[in-house]
T-cell receptor, first 116, second 110 residues
């Protein structure tokens, strides 16, 4: 069974703090994703990585950065947390795909981040 | 990236009913299609892939209509446990990045 784990289920931070969210997958997947999910807005892609040290911006990268130093680990960094970054953050991974197809995504349990 | 659209619902149905959801997509070059299920406060999980020839898994049937650019999900004999949000996902068409619909909420009541 594919397992995607996230470092915290719940996190409370203060405005201006630097926040690290970590995601680890154990199935040697090439692709990893960070999303945020807000009521009424669905899943929105923040960043995507298709290989170690490679990253692409998603739909809403502003205020976020990412790091992928090892294949199994993809970190999301909030450089200076703000209240509008309060959200559910979901990490996902998938096996390699061509530009025409991408395989099934497997999601972690999510981190509910509250910024006060 | 192009869009994927779903009726947000909620679809409120009694146990035993048959219910169908559609999802339209705008990128005609899309190659692969999925339905995910998301329970309240949980992560999305793959429900089923959608093949050109259709796909059936027990009470669930998914179909693809390329000409009209939509996929559908049919649930027969609804159970209380089917209550969830159903997310449509469309992949490919020149991008590694899958596109998610905003989801359709289903509530099955006794």
């Amino acid at each position: 069974d594919v397992k995607v784990t996230q470092s915290s289920r719940y996190l409370v931070k203060r405005t201006g703090e630097k926040v690290f969210l970590e995601c680890v997958q154990d199935m040697d997947h090439e692709n990893m994703f960070w999303y945020r999910q807000d009521p009424g807005l669905g899943l929105r892609l923040i960043y995507f990585s298709y290989d170690v040290k490679m990253k692409e911006k998603g739909d809403i990268p502003e205020g976020y950065s990412v790091s992928r130093e090892k294949k199994e680990r993809f970190s999301l960094i909030l450089e200076s947390a703000s209240t509008n970054q309060t959200s559910m953050y979901l990490c996902a991974s998938s096996p390699s795909g061509t530009a025409q197809r991408t395989d099934t995504q497997y999601f972690g349990p999510g981190t509910r981040l509250t910024v006060l | 990236r192009k869009e994927v659209e779903q009726d947000p619902g909620p679809f409120n149905v009694p146990e035993g009913a048959t219910v169908a959801f559609n999802c339209t997509y705008s990128n005609s070059a899309s190659q692969s299609f999925f339905w995910y299920r998301q329970d309240c406060r949980k992560e999305p999980k793959l429900l089923m892939s959608v093949y050109s020839s259709g796909n059936e898994d027990g009470r669930f049937t998914a179909q693809l209509n390329r000409a009209s650019q939509y996929i559908s999900l049919l649930i027969r004999d609804s159970k209380l446990s089917d209550s969830a949000t159903y997310l449509c996902v469309v992949n490919g068409g020149g991008s590694y990045i899958p596109t998610f619909g905003r989801g359709t909420s289903l509530i099955v009541h006794p």
